[in-house]
């Protein structure tokens, strides 16, 4: 399959990693746009949030269980988890996963969507 993360995955791209176990890898956004941005993903290619249904959701618990220990590894303590789902949410790449940002106050409100032309 010619996926970008599964390729990340599968070590054939290189990568920052952060975090690793049986379900889920963690890596260094490659164009952070915070002091710390990992991103954390399922090693099982599913596409996109919308793709999460009972035969796999499992994996969503792991990726926040591997965000706690990279919070205490990071040294963090606040931060913010998001996922872009789709075109319009922005999103790139078309492997689920999960922005972990932290590092700086961060706002919240309709600006902190931007602009989406
Ligand atoms: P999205 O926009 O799909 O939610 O997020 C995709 C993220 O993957 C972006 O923040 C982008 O910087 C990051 N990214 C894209 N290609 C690479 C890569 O080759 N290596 C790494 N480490 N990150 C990447
Ligand atoms: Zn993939």
Redesign the pocket.
């Given at each position: 399959m010619d996926c970008?993360f599964c390729k990340?995955i599968a070590g054939e791209?290189p990568?920052?990693k952060v975090y690793e176990d049986e379900f889920v890898y963690s890596?260094?956004?490659?164009?952070?746009?915070a002091p710390v941005?990992d991103?954390i993903i399922p090693k099982k290619h599913i596409c996109c949030a919308n793709e999460i249904d009972e035969s796999n959701s499992s994996v969503v618990a792991k990726v926040f269980e591997a965000a706690a220990k990279i919070a205490k590894a990071e040294g963090i303590e606040s931060y913010r988890i998001?996922?872009?789902c789709g075109d319009d949410?922005?999103?790139?790449?078309?492997h689920l996963?999960f922005?972990m940002l932290a590092g700086v106050k961060m706002g919240w409100g309709p600006e902190s969507l931007g602009k989406s032309e």
């Amino acid at each position: 399959m010619d996926c970008l993360f599964c390729k990340i995955i599968a070590g054939e791209i290189p990568s920052t990693k952060v975090y690793e176990d049986e379900f889920v890898y963690s890596f260094k956004d490659i164009a952070p746009i915070a002091p710390v941005h990992d991103l954390i993903i399922p090693k099982k290619h599913i596409c996109c949030a919308n793709e999460i249904d009972e035969s796999n959701s499992s994996v969503v618990a792991k990726v926040f269980e591997a965000a706690a220990k990279i919070a205490k590894a990071e040294g963090i303590e606040s931060y913010r988890i998001i996922n872009n789902c789709g075109d319009d949410a922005g999103q790139t790449v078309k492997h689920l996963h999960f922005h972990m940002l932290a590092g700086v106050k961060m706002g919240w409100g309709p600006e902190s969507l931007g602009k989406s032309e």
